[in-house]
């Protein structure tokens, strides 16, 4: 499969795309840096996605090189460990610039693309968290915006059903990487022993999930964010 994954020089995104490579799939990633991946199946855009003509020349490059896609992984995120109190507004929007407005600019140039995949339904995946469905204290304005992140799964879905296009999510535990670097060892531990399964989520255990509703063996699931190491 020809699967772009954004925010793959660091973190979920880059061992993802590494990942995914392994098992033979043809990655194009993308981040505002400079590429961290070299292999003869990968392609790096540096591009922030943030800003609206950044994406559109991103996905004018990926049809004029390949023509199509099969999947897009929204993976690209930030977030700020604080109390709303704590945090400006401008912190605040562009949380939501790149965690929600981006990936809407996303999936929209995506779908074009997704379309003229040969091997239909195409799929974009969009990467979640525990904080939306625990509500985390400290973390408001990044948990809202997955949130609005889970409820664009749900409906676009819907909306891109007509196009053989499926749409899921993918919520995840804590996982150590950049994002989370700030969070003591004790939070983490904290967050762990919520899980069902109390270990640390590693990228291992990413990868067969998000292959799972990347591919046709999950033809017929759209709408669904799925949560790793047990929720309830
Ligand atoms: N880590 C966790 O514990 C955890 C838990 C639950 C969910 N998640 C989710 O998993 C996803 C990945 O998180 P992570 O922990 O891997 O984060 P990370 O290590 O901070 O990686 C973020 C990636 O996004 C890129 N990026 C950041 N801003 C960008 C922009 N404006 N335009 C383009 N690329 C940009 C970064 O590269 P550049 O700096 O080069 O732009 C980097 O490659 C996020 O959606 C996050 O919410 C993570």
């Given at each position: 499969m020809l699967i772009l994954i954004t925010g793959t020089r660091t973190g979920v995104g880059q061992a993802l795309a590494q990942q995914l490579l392994d098992r033979g799939h043809q990655i194009v990633g993308c981040s505002r840096r400079s590429a961290t991946i070299e292999h003869d199946r990968y392609r790096?855009?540096?591009?922030?996605?943030?800003?609206?003509?950044?994406?559109?020349?991103?996905?004018?490059?990926v049809r004029r090189e390949y023509g199509y896609l099969d999947g897009l992984i929204n993976n690209a995120g930030t977030s700020t460990m604080n109390h709303f109190m704590m945090t400006p507004g401008d912190v605040s929007r562009k949380i939501f610039e790149l965690n929600f407005f981006a990936v809407l600019d996303c999936c929209r140039e995506a779908t074009k693309l997704l379309q003229r995949s040969a091997d239909p339904p195409s799929a974009i995946l969009n990467v979640s968290t525990v904080a939306v469905p625990w509500a985390l204290?400290?973390?408001?304005?990044?948990?809202?915006?997955?949130?609005?992140?889970e409820q664009l799964t749900r409906v676009m879905s819907k909306e891109l059903a007509d196009f053989e296009i499926r749409v899921n999510g993918i919520g995840l535990p804590p996982v150590r990487t950049v994002l989370t670097r700030t969070v003591s060892k004790a939070k983490?531990?904290?967050l762990i022993r919520r899980q069902t399964i109390n270990r640390m989520c590693s990228v291992e255990d990413i990868v067969g999930p998000v292959e799972f509703l990347m591919t046709q063996q999950s033809a017929f699931v759209t709408g669904e964010t799925l949560f790793l190491g047990g929720v309830n």
């Open positions: 790096h855009y540096e591009v922030d996605l943030t800003r609206a003509d950044q994406v559109r020349s991103l996905f004018t490059a204290d400290g973390q408001l304005v990044y948990s809202a915006s997955k949130s609005a992140i983490i531990d904290e």
